[in-house]
C-alpha cells in the first residue's frame, strides 16, 4: 500500500514516515499544498494523510481539487483545529476522516486502515443528476443554474434520492432514512413531500414506479 503524507512540520512529517513504514507501508511525503496536490494527482497513492495548514495551498483546497477532478484518493485529514465546525468543513470539503493533533498513533493507524479496506469509490462533495445539483456544505440546491429553496424535509428527501440516481427507493426506506425514527410517521407522508418537490423541480423529475417506490430522473 503506497501513501502520501503531506504535513509541513517536518519532525512530524518523519515521525509518521518512520511509523507508517514500520507498519509495512510505502510512504511519500510531501510539505506543502501544491506539491502535495500534484503528487496525489499523479502518484497512484492508496491513501493520503492531509494537514490543513499547509504552505500554498490549504489542506481544504486540496482535497477540494481532487474531489473537482473526479480524483477519489481515500483522504484522512490531520489538524490542530479541534472545533466542530473545522471538522465539518473538513469533512464537507471532500475528507474522509478527519482526526485532530495531538493523536493517537494507534487510531490514526486504525482509522487509515478502515478507510483503505473501503477502497475508492465516487464520493463527490457536490450532487449532481443531470441540470440537478445539491451542495451538502451550503446546503444549496439548483436547477439549470437556478436555485430552488426547499424545506429542511425536503432537502433531506432530494439529497437521499440523489445519492441513488436511477435507482428505485421505496417508502419503506425513505421513512427509515429521512424521517424521525422515533416519530410514528403515515407512509402517505413521504407521498406529500414527493408532490412538494415536484411541484419545485418539475412533474417529470421524480418517477412514481408502481408498487415500489420513487426514482429520481437525471
Request: aromatic letters at 6%; glycine letters at 10%.
Amino acid at each position: 500500500m503506497r501513501l502520501l503524507v503531506v504535513e509541513d512540520e517536518v519532525r512530524m512529517a518523519h515521525a509518521l514516515q518512520r511509523g507508517l513504514q514500520a507498519e509495512g507501508f510505502a510512504v511519500d511525503v510531501a510539505g506543502d499544498g501544491p506539491t502535495g496536490l500534484e503528487l496525489a494527482r499523479h502518484g497512484g497513492y492508496d491513501a493520503v494523510i492531509l494537514d490543513i495548514m499547509l504552505p500554498g495551498l490549504s489542506g481544504y483546497r486540496v482535497v477540494q481539487a481532487l474531489r473537482a477532478e473526479k480524483n477519489w484518493v481515500p483522504v484522512l485529514m490531520l489538524s490542530a483545529k479541534d472545533g466542530e465546525y473545522d471538522q465539518a468543513d473538513g469533512l464537507d470539503c471532500g475528507a474522509d476522516d478527519y482526526l485532530t493533533k495531538p493523536f493517537s498513533y494507534v487510531v490514526l493507524v486504525a482509522r487509515l486502515r478502515a478507510l483503505l479496506r473501503r477502497g475508492a469509490p465516487e464520493r463527490p462533495s457536490v450532487l449532481t443528476v443531470g441540470e440537478l445539483t445539491l451542495d451538502p456544505a451550503r446546503r444549496r440546491v439548483t436547477s439549470a443554474g437556478t436555485e430552488i429553496v426547499l424545506t429542511a424535509r425536503e432537502y433531506a428527501l432530494l439529497e437521499y434520492l440523489m445519492r441513488r440516481p436511477g435507482q428505485v427507493v421505496s417508502k419503506t426506506e425513505l421513512l427509515d432514512h429521512v424521517w424521525d425514527a422515533s416519530i410514528d410517521t403515515a407512509p402517505n407522508a413521504v407521498e406529500v413531500y414527493v408532490g412538494y418537490l415536484r411541484r419545485k423541480l418539475g412533474r417529470d423529475a421524480l418517477e412514481t414506479v408502481r408498487g415500489a417506490g420513487y426514482r429520481l430522473r437525471a
